[in-house]
């Protein structure tokens, strides 16, 4: 069976320049920490890639810490603002009396940290968004408190592909002199980011949605931001993560940055005329389809659709028989019955949010997968209509 993979914004495969620095890195074993060319070497290639980062974010200043994945550098960087000051005071109990300000539809790391730091004591805000996911500025100006320590906003959702209006949101987050978190891992890649230009203070991103491999992910914090470790030991990464570096995986972010920033920009061109091909066929053919998520400001990838009078999960099961990947919801939340936070956030109802399905196109995707998969979706939703008793 020939296998079509439309589910990039839960994880994506590896591109060829990325495998080949992976497999020429192979004996590349030096500890970044060791004195010695074993270590120099290692070393070397680090600093490169942390220079990468921030290359692709447009940072002219600021640290970059190499993390685990982007829930780990989402949770360093929320829980490590928490305990302020260089000396670190294991005060995750002190965020009583701290004001965090986030919105409904974050991705679970962000999300669960922020109730997480609730339990704790700190007072959490979580914005609401309107029917395409889109925060209102305004929204985020009124909710700030003289103790807001962070606001903490993705840049594009994971789910239905919203791009959040980020500059808008920096200008007031500098002029109330709040820190501005953003969590760009859907974002870096796909649209241009500039930390300088949006007011980003700490950003979040994650290799293995960017065609690198899983288990990476980095945190940029602007110079002026004091966090506390979430894990101690040794000295790597600045002090603010211990443990000896994934080198493998950091060598390998690095040269999917690389391709991000020679390819990107032309690459998603050509992945959003097909998206957009695939939203027409779909409609032509089929009655009560709706898109989840902004017509316009939106990933070039991201196409999120409910169909009227169908379960989600049964076209995804289906689909999935016929070797076509899509997602319902996001990857983290399926395998459990409950309707998506972000499509009940942006107004529908739990069963309206059931009936969706997320296609995410990404690098690789062809035109000739598209029409099959066009096809098939067609088909899918027609035999289940038929069965349908509504
Ligand atoms: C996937 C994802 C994450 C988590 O990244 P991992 O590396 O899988 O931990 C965080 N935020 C968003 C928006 C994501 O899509």
Redesign the pocket.
């Known amino acids: 069976m020939r296998l079509i993979y439309l589910d990039h ?3 994506t495969p590896l591109r060829p320049e990325v495998k080949k620095v992976i497999t020429d890195s192979l004996d590349v074993f030096g500890n970044a920490s060791s004195l010695h060319p074993f270590g120099y070497e290692a070393k070397k290639r680090l600093e490169q890639v942390r220079k990468q980062v921030l290359d692709i974010i447009h940072a002219t200043e600021g640290q970059v810490v190499f993390t ?7 949770n360093l960087a929320l829980k490590g603002l928490v305990c302020t000051g260089t000396q670190c005071r294991h005060t995750l109990c002190e965020s009583e009396g701290f004001h965090f300000i986030t919105t409904e539809v ?5 999300y669960q940290t922020a109730s997480c730091l609730k339990h704790l004591g700190a007072d959490v805000t979580y914005l609401p968004v309107d029917s395409s996911g889109m925060l209102d500025p305004e929204t985020l100006e009124k909710s700030i408190q003289p103790n807001t320590v962070l606001i903490s906003i ?1 840049i ?3 789910e239905v592909g919203t791009i959040m209006p980020v500059k808008e949101l920096g200008l007031i987050a500098r002029k109330f002199g709040i820190p501005f978190h953003v ?5 870096i890649g796909k649209v241009p980011v500039d930390v300088d230009e949006m007011n980003i203070d700490l950003l ?1 991103l ?4 960017l065609n690198a491999p ?4 980095a945190l940029y914090a602007r110079q002026t931001m004091h966090l506390c470790p979430l894990i101690h030991g040794g000295h790597q990464e600045l002090n603010l993560r211990a443990g000896t570096e994934n080198t493998l995986g950091i060598f390998a972010l690095g040269a999917s940055l690389e391709a991000a920033m020679n390819h990107g920009p032309q690459e998603m061109e050509q992945i959003k005329k097909l998206r957009d091909q695939l939203h027409q066929k779909i409609c032509e053919k089929l009655d009560g389809v709706h898109l989840n998520g902004h017509p316009e400001q939106r990933l070039p990838g991201t196409l999120n659709l409910r169909f009227d009078k169908i379960d989600g999960a049964a076209i995804l099961e289906m689909l999935a028989m016929q070797g076509i990947a899509v997602s319902s919801g ?3 939340s399926s395998g459990s019955d409950n309707p998506s936070h972000v499509l009940t956030a942006m107004g529908l109802t739990p069963e309206k949010a059931r009936s969706s399905i997320r296609i995410s196109l990404g690098y690789g995707n062809t035109e000739e997968e598209i029409n099959i998969a066009a096809k098939s979706i067609i088909d899918t939703v027609n035999k289940l209509r038929a069965l349908s008793p509504l």
């Open positions: 914004n839960a994880t685990s994945s982007g829930s780990e550098a989402n974050e991705h679970p790391s962000v993705m594009a959702n994971n969590d760009a891992v859907q974002a979040s994650s290799g293995h949605k899983k288990g990476i992910g996001s990857a983290c």
